[in-house]
């Protein structure tokens, strides 16, 4: 009987904690060869580091983008004399807090 690597044994040791490298240092010990083991984990992380990145850099974009309207319209708000909290605190707050997030799952 043959035994075949599949995706979602690779995904429930993931998932349980295990590192990329510890899951092919297990497959490895279980008699798989190296270069295969290798090459479909290496599959593995590239679809899972994409699917972080579909999630990560949206997030970027958009804590970018409130931290520089935040800030912008902080100016002309402050020249004006009129309470600048909720650019201040609500949009330059909320665009770093997604920022970080967004950095969070990209280098995760």
């Not at 092919?24 to 599959?43: H, L, P, Q, R």
């Not at 002309?76 to 950095?103: K, W």
């Amino acid at each position: 009987m043959e035994q075949k690597l599949t995706k979602e044994e690779v995904h429930l040791l993931h998932k349980k904690g295990k590192s990329f490298q510890q899951i092919a240092d297990y497959f490895i010990a279980s008699g798989f060869s190296e270069e295969t083991v290798k090459s479909f984990i290496n599959d593995i992380k590239k679809q899972y580091y994409q699917q972080q990145s579909m999630i990560g850099l949206p997030l970027l974009a958009i804590g970018i983008l409130l931290c520089v309207v935040g800030f912008f319209i902080n100016l002309i708000i402050g020249d004006c004399g009129l309470p600048f909290y909720l650019c201040l605190y609500g949009m330059a707050g909320t665009g770093s807090i997604l920022l970080f997030v967004g950095l969070f799952l990209l280098l995760k």
